[in-house]
């Protein structure tokens, strides 16, 4: 599955896929503003390169999570982290949660390796989320194939105009209106929309994990159908 999550600053969106990402066993978050935190983070390709050849030929117990957070050539440990999660895709069983907080910070899509994540990985075992300030920060080529929108408010006329071609004049007005915290959930696949304006029921601290649960977008509200 693919998700964007979509908003201003300090609304939530890191927060709540770090939430998201917390109820999959295995995560792999590129963290280029060291916002996310953990006990495995790493700083360079060089040291992503070598984790991977020490996990990727482990047969016991793998790592759970990994933080990336480059102190240089932030386009080349994207792409190597895209390709850690790619070999996953195609070696292990167990779903993966890979995190790409904000979105500017990358061209995702020269990476070959996570080009092929979005368009050809199975979305039952791998669930990309992306975190941006605005639609225009994701390529249109994402956007396109992505399963659900989480939009925090947002209020620049551009933005509202994607965000109402794709979700509904309906989704455009309701996301002018949130408050901090706040997302509305757009379903792609269902063409329908919900409210979460319950913080409490996912906002906790960054990094704390939840290693049995299952991949879960928080319950929301105000449900409806755009017909």
Known sequence: M??????????????????MASRVAHRVMFDPRGLIESTTRVRSADQLRTLM??????????????????????????????????????????????????????????????????????????????????????PTDIRAISDHWLLFRSTQEHDLKVIEDRCGIAVRRRVMQLRPHEFVHWNDAEGTWSANTNPQSWYVPLGVPDQDADIVIPETIDNTRLL
């Not at 693919?2 to 609304?11: H, M, S």
């Not at 999570?65 to 167990?94: G, H, L, M």
């Not at 080009?115 to 990309?128: G, M």
Request: net charge positive.
């Open 2 to 19: 693919i998700y964007i999550a979509i908003g201003r600053r300090r609304l939530g969106k890191t927060t709540l896929t770090c939430y």
């Open 53 to 138: 050849a020490v996990d990727l030929s482990r047969t016991d117990e793998r790592l759970r999570e990994i933080v990336i957070t480059p102190e240089s050539n932030i386009q080349d440990t994207f792409d190597v982290t895209a390709r850690y999660v790619k070999v996953w895709s195609k070696t292990r069983s167990e779903p993966l949660f890979f995190l790409v907080d904000e979105a500017r910070f990358v061209k995702m899509m020269d990476s070959p390796a996570f080009e092929y994540l979005v368009r050809a990985s199975n979305p039952n075992k791998i669930h990309i989320a992306i975190t941006a300030h605005r639609p225009a920060d994701i």
